[in-house]
């Protein structure tokens, strides 16, 4: 559920490692969007082999919030926290930052 209506959505495949990553578009970092309006961020793990987890820059598996294979979730966004969201694990995650 979305706390907002959007009118632009960016995707982007994402590698995961055992460092946390954030979970931000190429285009966005560049242009800085995530600060006039990025309102929620999926984290899409529907063809992921294994878990991946999401908090702030020192995210772990032990203390991030899971998206396991096959799953995904929706994330909402405040202002500015574009790259204050983290990701670590295995495999490729599609990220969507809805605007």
Known sequence: MFL???QQIRTEKL?????AKPLI?????QDGAMDSGR???EVNNVEGAATVYVG???VTTSTGIPVEAGQYRVFP???GSGEKIYGV???DVIIAEYF
């Open 89 to 91: 694990g295995g495999g």
């Open 4 to 6: 907002r209506s959007f």
């Open 56 to 58: 702030n820059k020192d």
């Open 77 to 79: 966004v405040q202002f």
């Open 39 to 41: 309102s929620a961020l």
């Open 15 to 19: 590698t995961m490692s055992g460092t």
């Open 25 to 29: 578009t190429a285009k966005t970092l």
